[in-house]
């Protein structure tokens, strides 16, 4: 049984530019949910998938947005990039939504 | 607005002795908390959860107590162990089950 894989694990983008984040949620699972920590704080809340669509946002921005595949992996994209987005992206996966939520190691995004 | 709070940035415990971590929250509509342990370099690992139904929840050497009174709940580890050094995130979830919230975290040093 695989685990939650993110790719990559680092990544280095200029202000203004657009990136996407993978995760592969962990086999069995059909639930994702997206954080992001930033330095000395806890994950905060992005959005969270089920079975393909949004069914649950925090306080981010519309130039946060996601997908999830019909396999359950999931894509984040971030566009016009600014610098305060520089942190962890975590990704995590449950069976159900209202389970225990496994994570991955995360992908640290700087943005210069 | 922090919603789960975790007052201690860090603790130290020595080896043997027990390991005290404090939360609170101000939610009255959480109905779910969890524990995660989270080591450098990997995404946070599940400890331990509870209902607000309960008031205490054991697994081996960790154990959960909630206050619901006093929107207070705590992670005892005994006894604690170099390996369990990390850092602990509270995190609650509303009755709706998609969002689940973070304290900042409290790093534990467990000394030889």
């Known amino acids: 049984e695989t685990g939650v894989t993110q790719s990559p694990t680092h990544l280095i983008k200029t202000r203004g530019q657009q990136v996407t984040l993978r995760c592969s949620s962990q086999?069995?699972?059909?639930?994702v949910s997206w954080y992001q920590q930033a330095l000395g704080q806890g994950p905060q809340f992005i959005f969270q998938y089920y079975r393909e669509e949004e069914n649950g946002r925090g306080n981010f921005p519309p130039r946060f947005s996601g997908l999830q595949f019909p396999n359950y992996s999931s894509e984040l994209n971030v566009n016009a990039l600014e610098l305060d987005d520089s942190a962890l992206y975590l990704c995590?996966?449950?069976?159900?939504?209202?389970?225990?939520?496994?994570f991955g190691q995360g992908t640290r995004l700087t943005v210069v | 607005d922090q919603q789960v709070k975790q007052n201690s940035p860090s603790l130290s415990v020595q080896e043997g002795r027990i390991s005290i971590l404090n939360c609170d929250y101000t939610n009255s509509m959480f109905d779910y908390f969890l524990w995660y342990k989270k080591y450098p370099a990997e995404g946070p690992t599940f400890l331990i959860s509870i209902s607000s139904i309960k008031d205490k929840n054991e697994d081996g050497r960790f154990t959960v107590f909630l206050n619901k009174s006093a929107k207070h709940l705590s992670l005892h580890i005994v006894p604690s162990q170099p390996g369990d050094s990390a850092v602990y995130f509270c995190a609650a979830r509303d009755t709706g089950g998609f969002k689940t919230i973070f304290g900042a975290g409290t790093r534990l040093f467990v000394k030889a």
């Open positions: 995590a996966s449950s069976s159900q939504m209202n389970t225990e939520a496994f």
């Open positions: 086999s069995g699972h059909n639930t």
